[in-house]
């Protein structure tokens, strides 16, 4: 298999920045709908930024079967994106995400769907997901009794507006996986200091 071209401009990109990459990246994730319905998810933008919020890595992936629908509305994604000439393939992209990630904190927003999507584990005292972060999380007493938890995620979106007083995800307008990476990190940084305090004392418990 011939190795595509948006894979050897990162590799030479990636030569001349990797010194300047911190012990912390941001990741977010755009997927499209294939299989039956296009229910299932397939990975089709990877996003990734690091602690100065500046982007490291970019990148539309190929999708190796037929993609149903492209959730244009949410994803912005295209047909024309996922061309051989503009995309690396899937297994491309998760070698170079695997060794950025490599020894670094990750943050994301419901990190785990977008692990699940690249393929990689990733060390779970090495993330931060603000999805699962309990001070961001909403208490909700009817889903205790549902779910068996009454702490309930929220929208990045609205963490975003509340915490930060900005706006992301703009109604009508599709979504950006580098601006949502960029937000979570930006939230984690907020609270930064509370958090690792935080983890430090569930450590020594």
Known sequence: NSISPKFLQTLQMLKTKSVQIGKIIALDCEMVGVGQYGLDSALARVSMVDINEIVIFDTYVQVSQPVIDYRTHVSGITKANLAPDKAMTFHECRSIVYALLSGRVLVGHAIDN?????GIQH???????????????????????????????????DLVREKLGDEIQRAGQAHSSAEDACAALKLYKSVRKEWETLLNWQKQK
Do not use: C, E
Request: aromatic letters at 8%.
């Open 114 to 118: 977008d692990l699940r999507v690249i």
């Open 123 to 157: 060390p779970l005292h090495n993330i931060r997901d603000t999805a699962t972060y309990l001070p961001f999380m909403r208490v909700d007493m009817a889903s205790r009794d549902k779910y068996g938890s009454a702490m309930q995620r929220r929208k990045l979106r």
